[in-house]
């Protein structure tokens, strides 16, 4: 796997001549391979995969701090990886931490995308209306709810409901109305 790796092109010749983004590709791509099992599964697989290639990582890192400029892109980066060290392997220990944060970046990223289209919506109030309805749609997507029928079954209810109920209606305490309630 690390000898398929290191053929890869990189923008940052150092990088690869460092050898760290192959290994590290190495580390990615056996996260891939166990991303589909259980948690479980996923824990037992990295501790048996990742922590040689991170230990080899560690090493490399410690040879090349010395030989690198504190300050220079890479030498913050070792440096970087060096103090956070320990807490970078906190995912070995349970397979539902993960080693990246693309699945939250995946979910602002409309948000990222349409702040611009955003500064302008209209009244002083609506930006705050529209964080409460989108923290709420992005809350019921993670939690694999059906969202037409989410907002469709929110929307029908909330004007009968009292305050004291509202916390029914959040995503976290939802349920899908019965086939058989009117």
């Not at 030989?67 to 906190?90: C, H, I, M, W």
């Not at 995912?91 to 995946?106: K, P, T």
């Not at 349409?114 to 939690?143: M, N």
Request: aromatic share 8%.
């Amino acid at each position: 796997m690390l000898a398929d790796a290191s053929t890869k092109h990189y923008r940052n010749p150092s990088s690869k001549r460092f050898g760290l983004l192959p290994r590290f590709d190495a580390s990615i791509a056996s996260k891939t391979r166990c991303g589909i099992l259980p948690p479980t599964s996923d824990t037992d697989s990295r501790q048996e995969q990742a922590p040689a290639i991170w230990e080899a990582l560690r090493k490399q890192a410690e040879e090349l701090k010395p030989k690198l400029l504190p300050k220079s892109t890479l030498g913050q980066a070792v440096n970087y990886f060096l103090n956070e060290y320990d807490a970078l392997l906190r995912y070995l220990e349970d397979g539902r931490f993960e080693i990246d944060n693309n699945l939250v970046e995946n979910d602002i990223r409309p948000t990222a995308v349409g702040r611009k289209r955003w500064l302008f919506i209209g009244h002083p109030d609506a930006g705050w209306r529209s964080a409460v309805i989108y923290s709420l749609l992005i809350s019921a997507r993670r939690r694999g709810l059906n969202l037409q029928a989410y907002l469709t079954d929110v929307l029908a209810r909330l004007p009968s409901m009292k305050i004291t109920q509202i916390h029914e209606l959040l995503p976290g305490n939802w349920k899908a109305p019965s086939a058989n309630s009117p």
